[in-house]
């Protein structure tokens, strides 16, 4: 049989999610970074059906939701219950410089990976400078 040792654990699950005080939103922590011309999003969403997760763009905001259902029935006498379940939501406020047309989203091993490319008028560019006799190029 499982015990439970710390008998005020739930009583801080309550007050984390009444309260929103946790470090992280419940059930969705996120990594975030740029490698080249796209930023990368990490979900974790372990025990997600991946039929479950949606996605939507409005005005540069993302928002992600997915749903987490326990294992067990309703008519079922939990003695634990320490994973959150439920439908877990989150948005992400995405800059100008992203192009939200051609974002691409997987799903794999709990993870839902985003892949959010920049737009190409964003990108750096050089400029051709005429005149003279001969062009220069500017930029980086």
Do not use: C
Not at 31 to 37: I, K, L, M, Q
Not at 112 to 130: D, G, H
């Amino acid at each position: 049989m499982l015990l439970r040792t710390d008998p005020f654990r739930e009583l801080d699950r309550l007050v984390e999610r009444v309260w929103g005080t946790a470090a992280h939103p419940a059930g969705m922590p996120m990594d975030a970074w740029r490698e080249g011309d796209s930023f990368f999003v990490e979900l974790d969403l372990p025990g997600v059906n991946p039929e479950s997760i949606d996605l939507d763009v409005e005005r540069n905001v993302l928002t992600v939701r997915a749903e987490r259902k326990p294992a067990y029935g309703d008519d079922t006498e939990t003695v634990i219950t320490e994973r959150p379940a439920g439908t877990f939501s989150r948005q992400l406020f995405l800059g100008e410089t992203l192009d939200v047309e051609r974002i691409e989203a997987s799903y794999e091993a709990g993870v839902l990976q985003l892949r959010i490319p920049v737009a190409e008028p964003a990108k750096p560019r050089k400029i051709a400078i005429s005149g003279g006799g001969d062009q220069k190029e500017l930029g980086g």
